[in-house]
Every structure is written in structure tokens, then in C-alpha cells.
């Protein structure tokens, strides 16, 4: 079988069996693209050591619920908080539940000197889904989470701990809460009839 092969100095194109590709120089040869311009849509990026399109080269080209790039070079959901950028100066990444990076614009941050703990769901402002916990706070949150259009998050960093008579008290809604100690109360976590608590890496210490 006869492969024709035409090669244009002039623009450094080629057509290999019909299809248009670009020259490499260096193997005299027809490739899927040497830089980025040859490539679009989905398949935004070149891939040099292989001279093929692909979606992404690292994690600076994901985003939305697919912010991580794979080892195949394809934007997927993130798994672990360490695939998450820094949410803002010393407040580590989450990984929210829809497989999104948690940003600072949804962020609320508490810690033991703060006094921002929202012990109320009418308490956590707009546009809020993600309460990190830092160190040990003191206070107990009774939320009411049926009316949010998607599930709240709680997340404990630098040994995140929650003390309080009932630590997390949840009627209606869907909280999902991960890194956390939760100590105090009887019990220290209680989800009513209509509420829905998820738990990942939870502890739950001194509850009668």
C-alpha cells in the first residue's frame, strides 16, 4: 500500500490520506499538532512529547466539577482535598461532594477566636456551602437546611473540633460533614426525621 505524503515548506502543513495535519521538521513527518493552535474544543491543548491534542496538560486547564487532571491527560472530578488548591492563605483545599474545589467565594472560615460560627442555617450568608473548622471552636449549630438548592459541607482543618451541648443538630436538608472531632452533647450529632447527615473521617468523643 502507497501512502502519499505532501509536505508544504511554505506553511508547514501536510496531507496524509485526506486529512490536514501539520509538518514536523524534525522527523519530516505529518503530526497532530505542534503547539496549542492546532488544537480546539474539548481537545484544547498539544501534547509536544506526543504531538496530540488533549483536554488538559495540568489542573490549571480543568475546572468547574472536573478540576483535576489525570495521569491521561483528561479533566475529572477531584477525590481528595489535596488535589485542591489552597482555598485562600492558610486555609487548605476541599473537595466538595459534585467533585468541584471549594472557593473562597463559598467559603466560610471559623476558628476558636473568630465569632463567626453561624449557629443558625438564617445565620450563613448567601451563597455560602462550606464551613471549614479550624482548631477547636466552641458553639453548637441547629440548622434547618431544606430550602438550600444543594447539600452544606462541613470540613475540619488543624484538627478541627466542634464542642458544644448538641455539636450538630440538622432538621431537613442534606449536610455532609468530613475531617471532623466532634465532642460534647447527647448525643453530639443528631439528624431529624427529614435530615440527612453524611459522615467521612468523623469523631465523635465525650457524648452521653
Same mark, same amino acid.
Given at each position: 500500500? @502507497?501512502?502519499?505524503?505532501?509536505?508544504?515548506?511554505?506553511? *508547514? =502543513?501536510?496531507?496524509?490520506? $485526506?486529512?490536514?495535519?501539520?509538518?514536523?521538521?524534525? *522527523?519530516?513527518?505529518?503530526?497532530? /499538532?505542534?503547539? !496549542?493552535?492546532?488544537?480546539?474544543?474539548?481537545?484544547?491543548?498539544?501534547?509536544?512529547? =506526543?504531538? %496530540?491534542?488533549?483536554?488538559?496538560?495540568?489542573?490549571?486547564?480543568?475546572?468547574?466539577?472536573?478540576?483535576?487532571?489525570?495521569?491521561?491527560?483528561?479533566?475529572?472530578?477531584?477525590?481528595? !482535598?489535596?488535589? /485542591?488548591?489552597?482555598?485562600?492563605?492558610?486555609? !487548605? $483545599?476541599?473537595?466538595?461532594? !459534585?467533585?468541584?474545589?471549594?472557593?473562597?467565594?463559598? *467559603?466560610?472560615?471559623?476558628?476558636?477566636?473568630?465569632?463567626?460560627?453561624?449557629?443558625?442555617?438564617?445565620? @450563613?450568608?448567601?451563597?455560602?456551602?462550606?464551613?471549614? @473548622?479550624?482548631?477547636?471552636?466552641?458553639?453548637?449549630?441547629?440548622?434547618?437546611? *431544606?430550602?438550600?438548592?444543594?447539600?452544606?459541607?462541613?470540613?475540619?482543618?488543624? %484538627?478541627? =473540633?466542634?464542642?458544644?451541648? +448538641?455539636?450538630?443538630?440538622?432538621?431537613?436538608?442534606?449536610?455532609?460533614?468530613?475531617? +471532623?472531632?466532634? =465532642?460534647?452533647?447527647?448525643? $453530639?450529632?443528631?439528624?431529624?426525621?427529614?435530615?440527612? @447527615?453524611?459522615?467521612?473521617?468523623? %469523631?465523635?468523643?465525650?457524648?452521653?
Amino acid at each position: 500500500m @502507497i501512502r502519499a505524503l505532501f509536505l508544504s515548506s511554505a506553511s *508547514t =502543513t501536510c496531507q496524509r490520506a $485526506g486529512s490536514t495535519s501539520v509538518c514536523k521538521p524534525e *522527523t519530516y513527518s505529518c503530526v497532530e /499538532c505542534l503547539d !496549542d493552535d492546532k488544537c480546539s474544543g474539548t481537545l484544547k491543548r498539544c501534547k509536544v512529547d =506526543t504531538n %496530540t491534542c488533549v483536554e488538559c496538560l495540568g489542573s490549571g486547564d480543568c475546572s468547574g466539577t472536573k478540576p483535576v487532571c489525570d495521569a491521561n491527560k483528561t479533566c475529572q472530578p477531584c477525590q481528595k !482535598d489535596n488535589e /485542591c488548591s489552597p482555598i485562600a492563605a492558610g486555609v !487548605d $483545599g476541599v473537595c466538595m461532594l !459534585d467533585g468541584h474545589c471549594a472557593s473562597s467565594s463559598e *467559603t466560610i472560615v471559623v476558628s476558636a477566636t473568630s465569632g463567626n460560627l453561624p449557629a443558625t442555617e438564617a445565620a @450563613i450568608p448567601a451563597g455560602k456551602t462550606l464551613l471549614v @473548622i479550624q482548631g477547636a471552636v466552641s458553639g453548637s449549630l441547629r440548622w434547618i437546611l *431544606t430550602s438550600r438548592p444543594q447539600p452544606m459541607t462541613i470540613a475540619g482543618q488543624n %484538627t478541627g =473540633t466542634l464542642t458544644g451541648s +448538641l455539636p450538630i443538630h440538622v432538621s431537613g436538608g442534606d449536610l455532609y460533614v468530613k475531617n +471532623l472531632t466532634v =465532642t460534647g452533647g447527647s448525643p $453530639g450529632i443528631k439528624a431529624d426525621t427529614a435530615g440527612v @447527615i453524611r459522615l467521612n473521617r468523623v %469523631t465523635a468523643v465525650n457524648n452521653q
